[in-house]
Structure formats: C-alpha cells, structure tokens
C-alpha cells in the first residue's frame, strides 16, 4: 500500500472552531507545503484543540484511495 504524507500550518481560533464542531463547517480545508489543497473533518482535529484554538504544523498521512490513516502534530 501506498501513502502520501502532507504537511501543513493551521491557526485557529477557539470561537472560529465552534462553526467547524457545531455542523456549521464540519469540513477543514487547508494549503499543504507540497502544494495541493486538502479538504477533511474537523473532528480529526478535535485532539488538538486548546483554550485558544489549534495552533501549529501537523502532518497527514493518506492511502493510495485517499483515506486518512493518520494526522499528527509535528510541531
């Protein structure tokens, strides 16, 4: 199997996230540093969030069809 790897910045404020988990925006779509833009849940942020936001550059693992196999912070 193989798998793509994408990294990305997300800045977000806590009120901004409250549209994303209330059904308003159940989708985040960010710009990777490899160039193309990928749209997924909000709730694979959901471990991330703070009492500011989410704030910080994570990592997206993809299968070959596109499923996410993994999001974690890197930093």
Known sequence: MDTKEYYFYVDIYY????RH?????ATIRVNTEEGPKIQFPATYLRPYVTQIGIRGRFK?????R???LS???VS
Not at 60 to 64: G, N
Request: proline share 0%; glycine share 4%; charged share 25%.
């Open 71 to 73: 999001l974690e912070q």
């Open 15 to 18: 009120t901004e996230l409250q």
């Open 66 to 68: 596109n499923e996410i």
């Open 21 to 25: 988990y209330s059904g308003h925006a």
């Open 60 to 64: 997206l693992v993809l299968d070959d």
